[in-house]
């Protein structure tokens, strides 16, 4: 996480998403993906950087409101300005945002939420007025015209992204001078100023069309899965929680919580995929804070401890073992509940039930026990 900015921010991050994103049918930067928006994932390699000290988010006015929660979650000190009509207009109203102090500006597209920490890295590291992340051509380049094709050398061509890094003196003479320019790193070389390339990514992909994000969900990051067990007593007089959902049962849990063992084995799945340490450290059973506590509300905390390591939940998969009631009539109603604190549709949520035949505890009605399996995706390049 980016610690404490420095009492006069230096370099700062406009992140551009007033655009109206007609090729992809509607604005992009508030598209959802793995459960936030575009112009979150985009602005968070930024929060996350301690050499970057300040952002500002640059939207449209429908979204403004947004986007001012996108900053208070992302943590970094930052700001959020209404854009323009065009691109060039937005970076004027977002560099107009900026503090005085402010002396390096990096651009970003809020349509490109996969940017790595290695490539930002990379963009802060160079020494110049003007840094930019490019990738080579491989294809073939034709030109096709009505009158004919024609064959483009390759040889020495670039696809540029973003971010751009500019010293802020240089980045707004230029966009004072082209108001309709469509690319800082295009506006620094018509101005004849000498830009530095670094290297950039492929999966740093501008979000142009709905199979973008498709595309981005096969090449984001690796996958982990994690699994949990959680086991609790039942008693007569005790509430029975399964899932989120209250049963009618003449007996229930014994636990600090709710005692919701299914709720208890999923957080565990979660917290194993992320790496991070069990349930009993984040919820400690003697701690007065989770007397009776919702298991839902926990596990929506687990799901954001998972976030902040770096993972998103893609699927659950939970087993219960329970002689008596029967779980099979709640079971959409667990399934709407899970998935919801997770952030995913009910049909990425498996929820199954089975007895033990009569054997053990459990199978006595003593107990109820749960396995739970979950499916982590990284959020972003790592």
């Not at 010293?167 to 295009?186: F, I, K, N, Q, V």
Request: aromatic share 4%.
């Amino acid at each position: 996480m980016a610690t404490a900015s420095k009492r006069s921010p230096e370099t700062a991050a406009l992140i551009v998403g007033a655009g109206s994103g007609e090729r992809f049918g509607r604005a992009k930067a508030f598209v959802s993906w793995r459960g936030e928006p575009l112009i979150y994932w985009a602005a968070r390699p930024f929060a996350r950087s301690d050499a970057v000290d300040r952002l500002v988010l640059v939207v449209r006015e429908a979204d403004f409101a947004a986007a001012e929660a996108v900053v208070q979650r992302l943590g970094k000190p930052g700001s959020v300005v209404l854009g323009g009509a065009t691109r060039s207009a937005s970076v004027r109203a977002g560099l107009a945002a900026l503090p005085a102090g402010v002396r390096r500006v990096l651009v970003h597209d809020a349509a490109r939420p996969n940017v790595s920490a290695r490539l930002l890295e990379r963009v802060l590291a160079a020494d110049g007025p003007c840094v930019l992340p490019a990738v080579q051509v491989h294809d073939a380049l034709h030109r096709a015209q009505a009158a004919g094709s024609a064959v483009v050398d390759r040889e020495g061509v670039v696809r540029v992204q973003t971010p751009q890094m500019l010293e802020r003196e240089l980045l707004s003479s230029l966009h004072d001078r082209d108001p309709e320019a469509a690319d800082d790193g295009a506006l620094a070389i018509a101005a004849g100023i000498a830009v530095q390339y670094v290297a950039g990514e492929e999966e740093n992909l501008k979000v142009t069309t709905p199979q973008d994000l498709a595309w981005l969900d096969r090449v984001a990051g690796g996958v982990r899965v994690g699994q949990g067990f959680d086991v609790h007593r039942l008693e007569a007089g005790r509430r029975l929680v399964v899932c989120g959902v209250e049963i009618s049962s003449d007996r229930g849990a014994v636990g600090h919580s709710d005692a919701d063992a299914a709720c208890h084995a999923l957080m565990d799945a979660i917290l194993g995929a992320a790496g991070l340490p069990d349930i009993g450290y984040y919820f400690p059973p003697g701690d007065p804070r989770f007397a009776g506590a919702d298991s839902i509300g926990l596990l929506e905390k687990v799901v954001r401890y998972a976030r902040e390591a770096g993972w998103a939940v893609s699927h659950a998969d939970l087993t219960v073992l329970l002689e008596a009631p029967k779980i099979g009539p709640h079971r959409s109603a667990m399934r709407a509940r899970i998935s919801g604190a997770l952030g995913l549709a009910p049909e990425d949520v498996s929820v199954k039930a089975t007895t033990a035949e009569g054997l053990g505890p459990i199978g006595a009605g003593d107990g109820i026990a749960a396995w739970a399996v979950a499916t982590l995706r990284t959020e972003v390049a790592r």
